[in-house]
Antibody
Framework: EVQLLESGGGVLQPGGSLRLSCAAS????????MSWVRQAPGKGLEWVSF????????KYADSVKGRFTISRDNSKNTLYLQINSLGSEDTAVYYC????????????WGQGTLVTVSS | DIQLTQSPSTLSASVGDRVTITCRAS??????LAWYHQSPGKAPKLLIY???TLESGVPSRFTGSGSGTEFTLTISSLQPDDFATYYC?????????FGQGTKLEIK
């Protein structure tokens, strides 16, 4: 079964850092662009970042530019999101999603990992 | 950045009803618009892409239409699993954004 599985979330203090991971299975990971999308508690969806299949092209939402870094290791079928200088506004469920650029859509999503920023 | 505005924010309906949700873009996005369904505690699920193309496996009671700046999602005969939150999403030059969501509630 085609699957995305996120990990790395937890409770962190303001100003801290963490790295989220997303393990992909049962599809050719390197052939697909990927993204991170987050959802604050009780709120809507917010696109965070994009990375091309080869990892050469990366894009970010203005709200996270300079603090978030997306990367991937195609040999490990894994997507990453490094988050620095955590603030309360980063509290959210973080989803990794497979992107179909020709359609401009996210056709597969992981179950999400919760990041809570609290002192 | 392109903003998407959905209306209504909340919609009350009954099983068997026909409902329509609207999504307006702050500038033309041609047909680069998708719709997603999200149940509480679950990941979003793609329903429609390119404004009107049904994703594989999605029931035909879901219909999308529109182009430019105005788009609609219509559900022809509501089923119990349809009561959830719906999001529109646009794509433009490696930038993506979502509408604020429409919560479809049981009347």
């Amino acid at each position: 079964e085609v699957q995305l599985l996120e990990s790395g979330g937890g409770v962190l203090q303001p100003g801290g850092s963490l790295r989220l991971s997303c393990a992909a299975s049962e599809f050719i990971f390197s052939s697909y662009a990927m993204s991170w999308v987050r959802q604050a508690p009780g709120k809507g969806l917010e696109w965070v970042s994009f990375i091309s299949g080869g990892g050469v092209v990366t894009k970010y939402a203005d709200s996270v530019k300079g603090r978030f870094t997306i990367s991937r290791d195609n040999s490990k079928n894994t997507l990453y999101l490094q988050i620095n200088s955590l603030g309360s506004e980063d509290t959210a469920v973080y989803y990794c999603a497979r992107l179909i650029p020709a359609r401009g859509v996210f056709d597969m999503w992981g179950q999400g990992t919760l990041v809570t920023v609290s002192s | 950045d392109i903003q998407l505005t959905q209306s209504p924010s909340t919609l009350s309906a009954s099983v068997g009803d026909r409902v329509t949700i609207t999504c307006r873009a702050s500038q033309s996005i041609s047909t680069w618009l998708a719709w997603y369904h999200q149940s509480p505690g679950k990941a979003p699920k793609l329903l429609i892409y390119k404004a009107s193309t049904l994703e594989s496996g999605v029931p035909s009671r879901f219909t999308g239409s529109g182009s430019g700046t105005e788009f609609t999602l219509t559900i022809s005969s509501l089923q119990p699993d349809d009561f959830a939150t719906y999001y529109c999403q646009q794509y433009n030059s490696y930038q993506y954004s979502f509408g604020q969501g429409t919560k479809l509630e049981i009347k």
